[in-house]
C-alpha cells in the first residue's frame, strides 16, 4: 500500500505541475500588465521580469514544469530521507549500539533502536531478533548461525534501500533533459532572429528582438534547472551513502558481537 501511494503520487506530480506551468506562463508571465501596450504581443517593458520570461516562447512551461517537478521531489526526498535518519544522530546511535553489543546488552540496544527509528534501527533491530533466535538454538553451528544473521542483516538493507533510492532517478532524468530542452528552445529562438534578419528591407527589430529573447530565456531556465537538479541529486545520493554506511557499521557490529560472545 505505502508502495502504491507513493508511484501514485510520482505519476500525479508531472501532470498537475505541467497544468501549473502552463497556467502561469499564460496567465502570469503573459498578462499584458508586463508589456509596452498592454499587449503581450509586444516589447515586455523595460525591467519586467515576467514579460521577459513569456518571451522565452513554448519551450518555458516545460522548463517550467522540469523546475516544479524538481522541487516536488526534493521536498519528498528530503522528508523521506529525514525520517529513515531516525529521531537522533546516526553516527551516535551506531556508535551506542555498538556499545552495548560489544557489552552484549541485546534487549538495551533494541529498546534503542525503538527510540530512534528509521531505516537504521530498522536493520538493526530485526538483526538483533534474528540474533536472539539464533542464541535460542541449539542445533546449528556458530558458523551457520553467523551465516543466518549475515543474511538478515543483507535482507534488511536491501528492504530499507529501495525506499531512499526513490525517485532519485527523476532528479538525474531532468538534469539531463532540462539541459536538452534548454538548447531546443535557443534553437528556436535564433531561428526566429536570423529569419527577421534575413527579412528583405530593414529588419523587424521586434520580431529579432523576440527571437533573442526566446533563446536566451530558454537557455537560461534549461541551464539554471539543470544545475540545480545536479546539486540536489549529489546531496541526496551522500546522505543516502551515509545511511547505508552506517546500516553497514551497525549489521557489521552485529555479527561480530555473535562471533565474540559465543562459541
Do not use: W
Amino acid at each position: 500500500m505505502k508502495t502504491n501511494s507513493k508511484t501514485t503520487f510520482a505519476m500525479l506530480v508531472i501532470p498537475v505541475a505541467l497544468v501549473i506551468s502552463i497556467c502561469t506562463y499564460i496567465f502570469i508571465f503573459g498578462n499584458g500588465s508586463h508589456f509596452i501596450g498592454n499587449n503581450n504581443q509586444n516589447l515586455p517593458k523595460p525591467g519586467d521580469f515576467f514579460g521577459t520570461i513569456f518571451k522565452g516562447g513554448v519551450i518555458v512551461p516545460i522548463l517550467l514544469t522540469l523546475l516544479l517537478t524538481l522541487i516536488t521531489f526534493s521536498f519528498e526526498r528530503l522528508l523521506t530521507i529525514g525520517k529513515a535518519s531516525g529521531k537522533g544522530n546516526v553516527t551516535f546511535f551506531v556508535k551506542k549500539i555498538k556499545a552495548l553489543l560489544s557489552e552484549n546488552k541485546i534487549s538495551e540496544a533494541k529498546g534503542l533502536c525503538l527510540e530512534q527509528r528509521g531505516s537504521v534501527a530498522n536493520v538493526v533491530v530485526a538483526s538483533l531478533e534474528k540474533y536472539e533466535q539464533m542464541e535460542a538454538d541449539k542445533e546449528m553451528s556458530k558458523e551457520q548461525k553467523l551465516v543466518v544473521i549475515q543474511k538478515e542483516v543483507e535482507e534488511s538493507t536491501a528492504l530499507e534501500l529501495p525506499s531512499l533510492e526513490q525517485n532519485l532517478v527523476i532528479l538525474a532524468t531532468i538534469s539531463s533533459v532540462a539541459t536538452l530542452m534548454g538548447l531546443l528552445g535557443t534553437v528556436i529562438g535564433m531561428i526566429k532572429a536570423f529569419s527577421a534578419m534575413s527579412q528583405a528591407g530593414a529588419p523587424d527589430s521586434t520580431a529579432l528582438a523576440t527571437g533573442i529573447s526566446e533563446a536566451l530565456i530558454n537557455t537560461a531556465l534549461g541551464i539554471g534547472t539543470a544545475a540545480l537538479a545536479i546539486i540536489l541529486y549529489n546531496v541526496f545520493t551522500t546522505k543516502i551513502d551515509k545511511l547505508t554506511h552506517s546500516i553497514d557499521e551497525a549489521g557489521y557490529s552485529i555479527v561480530q558481537s555473535y562471533s565474540a560472545n559465543h562459541k
